[in-house]
């Protein structure tokens, strides 16, 4: 009975940051990769992770993965090198970003910084967010699109895995990441609403076509993507 959350951790019943979503993260991709979980097991721990509200329930799903007394550190915490694509701590992990396309558009290419949060709003009008060429702010980001007779389109790295939340009336909404995602690569997750528009996109490999096929799927600038409808 000692064991469980209320009363080996005293705060339990706190709020739980994205951070310490993070920590869960790192935990279960190490115990992933090291043969620890079974990728069955993984997703549906990922899946509790990304619910969770609290430490307390944070806590027991990493339980028997965890090193004594460090409940949300991996054994060998995961390096950045590790991910395939470019991941950094940000000073102010709470701050979103906002970008709007209202009769018109607007881009976002090359070396950015993907937030953990993202806003896109287009009322008769697109946006395009290429996080080819990106640097993300954690392994986990969630972009809210709305897209209102307008059109929202996101590329993301091959090895990065997608999510949608989102729901379409009278539009579409759908995004796709690359066929084998790395369990180290951050995870995008889609939210939002497409009403008489659209919300997709596509993997950076099937956008750049010519970009990965002749330099191996590395490189710089790639075009635009045609937004959703």
Known sequence: MENLPERSNPHAHLRASDTDRDQVVEVLRDALMSGRLTQEEHSERLEQTLQARTLGELEPI??????PGQPFKPVAA??????????????NPDRAD??????GGGERQGRWRVRRRTNAFCIFGGYDLDMTDAVFEGREVTVWAFAI???IDLTVPDACEVRNEGVGIFGGFGARGGKSPDPNAPVV?????ALFGGVGGQ???KRHKKRFKNQGGHGGHGGHGQLGH
């Open 78 to 91: 995961a390096a950045p090198s590790n991910s395939p694509v470019p991941i950094e701590e940000p000073a």
């Open 189 to 193: 997750i889609v939210k939002g609403l």
């Open 149 to 151: 007779f307008g059109g």
């Open 98 to 103: 906002t970008v709007v396309g209202i009769f």
């Open 203 to 205: 993997s950076s490999s």
């Open 62 to 67: 990493t339980q028997d993965l965890a090193v």
